[in-house]
Structure formats: C-alpha cells, structure tokens
C-alpha cells in the first residue's frame, strides 16, 4: 500500500508559478512511477506529467515547456513545478503511483492516488 498526500495548491494570477508536492509513504517509493493528473469541473481527469523509475518525464501537451515534474527518492516526494500558469489550468490536482518500470498516462494503469490539491488561477 502506498499512502499519497499532495500540498502546494492555491489561488494564484495568470502568469504565477506553483510547485506541488505530493509525499509518498508505505512501500518503497522508488519501485513506483509516478503520474499528475488534474480534473476541472466536468470534465475528465487527465494526464499532466509523468515521471519513471529512472526519473524519465512525459508530459501533456498542454504542460510541455511550463510544467516540470521531478522526484526526489531520498525524500519519497514527487514535484510539479507549474509556471506561467492560465486560467485553463485550473482544476484539482493529484498525483498517482504505479508499480512499474515505465512511464504510464492512462488513469486507469495507476495504482494509487492522492486526495488532490486545487489549484485556482484567476485571470
């Protein structure tokens, strides 16, 4: 089992920068790939980045060139720093685990999940 619990979320100006967090604890975190993933009001969850056991990353389109994701294994946490921020990236974020070797961008291949952290970006 492995416990997730994303910070870093909050109401910030077009143009602002964020950086999430998500801490991992249970099994031993470098084992894990691990995936962002947001959700605006009615609509679908959907990938943002990832990142591989061997700290390989792959991001949405819409996340390439402002969105880095990371993973520091010693401190079992993953990042998303998040700059030049729009109104369209609003939306809960959460972060997920996968018991794998690849990177993964399908909800549904991830294991285990955070509670989410929102993040509002006003224009």
């Known amino acids: 089992q492995v416990h997730l619990v994303e910070s870093g979320g909050g109401l910030v100006q077009a143009g602002s920068s964020l950086r999430l967090s998500c801490a991992a604890s249970?099994?031993?975190?470098?084992?894990?790939?691990m995936g962002w993933f947001r959700q605006a009001p009615g609509k679908e969850r959907e990938f943002v980045a990832g990142?591989?056991?061997?700290?390989?990353?792959q991001y949405a389109d819409s996340a390439k060139g402002r969105f880095t994701v990371s993973r520091d294994n010693a401190k079992n946490t993953v990042y998303l720093q998040m700059n030049s921020l729009k109104p369209e990236d609003t939306a809960v974020y959460y972060c997920?685990?996968?018991?794998?070797?690849?990177?993964?961008?399908?909800?549904?291949?991830?294991?285990?999940w955070g509670q989410g952290t929102q993040v509002t970006v006003s224009s």
């Open positions: 990142i591989s056991r061997s700290e390989e990353t």
């Open positions: 997920a685990a996968v018991h794998s070797i690849s990177t993964h961008t399908t909800a549904s291949e991830f294991d285990y």
């Open positions: 249970g099994h031993t975190f470098s084992w894990y790939g």
